[in-house]
């Protein structure tokens, strides 16, 4: 992980990335500045020639590189040359043809739609040392881990002069503000590496090293990321190497033919994105992509990686009909290139930068998604549970009077919530291209929609699994998102909406403070975190389950749901330890903008067996409302 001097590629950096082994690529690829100039080296096999053109010569005088051995990459240096440079490099084709590149690791950007490379310092003074050296433990699958999804041009656009874009910097403190009030232990920032169209929301990658220019340099986002850490929240950043954009600037037909993508359509090409797929059986490729993931853990200390579309990647016949994607080897639809760069790029994050962690955003039943490498896995830290939240919302958007007929939307997931490392996605997939808000999803006049959206609220925080909600859910955002726009923070202490605000904040603080509800949300020790005492009242639409502290440390916490608006009195719920249950959380306390109803803080078990338990409690149950019940 040590930098090395600014130079050609040497013998055992051209071996290791000629090996797909290489780690740290953009310690040798890419542009980096010496005393006397800056050595340019980039990675084009196929090229007739190679050179640079940029500020250095006002863009009319090409430099040209010359090839390293056989390893595929030219190199050179450029006199006087120097940082904050733009540049580019002109790649002469097999067929003749020149073409001008950014250079695909590239450090920084020119502001799009300018397509030029920029020569950058990456020195910067961290002040977060505390964090990094407990940050493991914060995202530990035994700790509370509860993330804010966050697209940084919309939700802070407001928060500056003439709803320009903001810059890293001028959001840190606004943002570990808002992120620490609400209880967030992490950020998870929408892709911020460059991209040309900002309307892809960085899901069109074409700069894999470098954070987009809209939001300022490169030690303007370090900055913003040392702050957060410094108030003591974490970073996640989404990586997109599932596909990239055909854009003529950027990695399609690099060097005149596929360098980076299949050759053929049916393996090269998606259909859903009309972007190119990475070629994951060609060596370079892979460090390529892996030194672009572990560039972010180094440079910016992020704390995780979610890796974007994981499920496109292990599928070959993804989005495809027969005759239109080509079988492995063994005649299967998995992809296995895609399979074992997976399982190296999470070899990898373990091994240079422990206490880390990486996300899959992965939809479909592949098994041990987080089981380890050496198992047969493919390594994962934690997977997104879309299953969970395309269950819940469906259920939730039910009129109440139906959701008795789909009872089984909401237990279903009981089968499997312990198979993996779960996280509990509410995304921003879920509020975008006419799906509307949250809280316009759920049936009902206008506090029913509030009470329907805290209902959800509370099953996710009482259910097993780390959390993640997109921007603008706490504010019970009225309309769905739009990235030309900003949040509606008007809603921010509006009545009703500051009640859900202030519902989320509670949640989060009771789950970080509970060890029953965080501790087991994940069978990390081979014992999951809960048990269903009531998974069978459709007749009511109720749900009752104990989350359980699997060390035995901690008291158990009842997590009971009414999902009708009919208040259900003197409801029994058996429980395994006698004497008092307090509430701790109660979705529709008028403090949320609920009814206020419920038990007046304090339940004492009457010794009545009930639901295979010696004790048992009788409850008042709100309408559209979750409680919180903690054994004392």
């Known amino acids: 992980m040590t930098a090395r001097e600014p130079g050609p590629p040497g013998e055992i950096d051209r071996h290791l990335f000629n090996e797909g082994t290489h780690r740290f690529v953009h310690h040798t690829l890419g542009a980096h500045a010496d005393e006397t100039g800056v050595w340019f080296s980039v990675w084009a096999p196929a090229a007739q020639r190679v050179d640079v053109v940029g500020d250095f010569g006002g863009w009319q005088t090409p430099h040209r590189l010359e090839p390293v051995d056989s390893s595929g990459i030219w190199s050179g240096h450029v006199d006087g040359a120097h940082v904050g440079q733009a540049y580019r490099f002109g790649i002469t084709g097999p067929d003749g043809l020149r073409t001008e590149r950014s250079d695909p690791v590239a450090a920084a950007n020119h502001l799009p739609p300018s397509t030029a490379s920029i020569v950058a310092d990456l020195s910067y003074e961290w002040h977060d040392a505390a964090w990094m050296g407990s940050r493991g433990s914060r995202i530990d699958p035994r700790s509370p881990v509860s993330v804010y999804e966050v697209h940084l041009g919309s939700w802070g656009r407001i928060a500056v002069p003439n709803r320009r874009w903001p810059r890293y910097d001028e959001l840190a403190e606004s943002l570990a503000d808002h992120?620490?009030?609400?209880?967030?232990?992490?950020?998870?920032?929408?892709?911020?590496?460059?991209?040309?169209?900002?309307?892809?929301?960085?899901?069109?990658?074409?700069g894999y090293f470098a954070p987009?220019?809209?939001?300022?340099?490169?030690?303007?986002?370090?900055?913003?990321?040392?702050?957060?850490?410094?108030?003591?929240?974490?970073?996640?950043?989404?990586?997109?190497?599932?596909?990239?954009?055909?854009?003529?600037?950027?990695?399609?037909?690099?060097?005149?033919?596929?360098?980076?993508?299949?050759?053929?359509?049916?393996?090269?090409?998606?259909?859903?994105?009309t972007s190119a797929i990475f070629n994951y059986g060609r060596p370079e490729v892979r460090s390529f992509l892996v030194s672009s993931a572990l560039s972010?853990?180094?440079?910016?200390?992020?704390?995780?990686?979610?890796?974007?579309?994981?499920?496109?990647m292990l599928y070959l016949d993804y989005s495809r009909e027969p005759g239109e994607w080509v079988p492995n080897v063994h005649g299967g639809r998995e992809n296995l290139e895609a399979i074992d760069f997976l399982r190296q790029l999470n070899t990898a994050v373990a091994a240079e930068f422990p206490g880390t962690a990486t996300i899959a955003e992965e939809s479909t039943a592949w098994p041990q998604v987080t089981g380890p490498v050496e198992a047969g896995g493919l390594g994962f830290t934690y997977k997104w549970d879309m299953g969970w939240m395309h269950d819940t919302l469906h259920y939730l958007s039910r009129d109440?009077?139906?959701?008795?007929?789909?009872?089984?939307?909401?237990?279903?997931?009981?089968?499997?919530?312990?198979?993996?490392?779960?996280?509990?996605?509410?995304?921003?997939?879920?509020?975008?291209?006419?799906?509307?808000?949250?809280?316009?999803?759920?049936?009902?006049?206008?506090?029913?929609?509030?009470?329907?959206?805290?209902?959800?609220?509370?099953?996710?925080?009482?259910?097993?699994g780390k959390k993640l909600l997109f921007m603008g859910g706490e504010l019970a955002a009225l309309s769905e998102?739009?990235?030309?726009?900003?949040?509606?923070?008007?809603?921010?202490?509006?009545?009703?909406?500051?009640?859900?605000?202030?519902?989320?904040?509670?949640?989060?603080?009771?789950?970080?403070?509970?060890?029953?509800?965080?501790?087991?949300?994940?069978?990390?020790?081979?014992?999951?975190?809960?048990?269903?005492?009531?998974?069978?009242?459709?007749?009511?639409?109720?749900?009752?389950?104990?989350?359980?502290?699997?060390?035995?440390?901690?008291?158990?916490?009842?997590?009971?749901?009414?999902?009708?608006?009919?208040?259900?009195?003197?409801?029994?719920?058996?429980?395994?330890?006698?004497?008092?249950?307090?509430?701790?959380?109660?979705?529709?306390?008028?403090?949320?903008?609920?009814?206020?109803?419920?038990n007046l803080g304090v339940v004492r078990s009457d010794g009545q067996a009930w639901h295979g338990y010696d004790q048992s409690l009788v409850l008042t149950l709100p309408p559209l409302a979750v409680i919180f019940l903690r054994a004392q």
């Not at 590496?193 to 069109?204: D, L, N, V």
């Not at 069978?536 to 639409?541: A, L």
């Open 296 to 312: 972010w853990l180094e440079h910016y200390h992020v704390d995780g990686i979610r890796v974007d579309a994981v499920a496109s």
């Open 179 to 206: 992120a620490e009030a609400h209880g967030f232990t992490h950020v998870e920032l929408m892709p911020i590496m460059e991209h040309p169209f900002y309307g892809s929301w960085g899901y069109q990658t074409t």
């Open 400 to 464: 109440p009077v139906h959701r008795r007929f789909h009872h089984d939307e909401v237990t279903f997931r009981n089968v499997y919530a312990f198979s993996e490392r779960y996280v509990l996605p509410l995304s921003h997939d879920e509020v975008v291209h006419g799906k509307g808000s949250l809280l316009g999803k759920m049936p009902g006049d206008e506090w029913q929609r509030r009470a329907n959206l805290r209902l959800l609220y509370g099953t996710m925080w009482g259910q097993p």
């Open 481 to 598: 998102w739009d990235h030309e726009s900003t949040l509606d923070w008007d809603l921010h202490d509006a009545p009703g909406h500051e009640g859900v605000r202030r519902l989320v904040a509670d949640l989060n603080a009771v789950y970080a403070k509970e060890p029953a509800l965080h501790r087991g949300d994940a069978a990390v020790d081979g014992a999951g975190g809960m048990q269903y005492v009531i998974g069978d009242d459709d007749t009511h639409s109720v749900f009752a389950w104990l989350r359980i502290d699997p060390v035995g440390e901690a008291p158990d916490v009842l997590v009971v749901a009414n999902a009708t608006p009919t208040v259900h009195h003197g409801y029994r719920v058996g429980v395994p330890v006698a004497g008092a249950w307090a509430e701790i959380i109660n979705t529709d306390s008028d403090l949320y903008g609920g009814s206020g109803l419920g």
């Open 212 to 273: 987009t220019s809209r939001y300022g340099s490169p030690t303007d986002l370090m900055r913003m990321i040392d702050v957060l850490h410094q108030r003591g929240i974490g970073v996640i950043v989404d990586w997109v190497p599932s596909h990239f954009p055909i854009d003529g600037h950027a990695l399609a037909r690099f060097d005149g033919t596929h360098l980076y993508e299949h050759a053929d359509p049916r393996q090269g090409f998606h259909p859903d994105w």
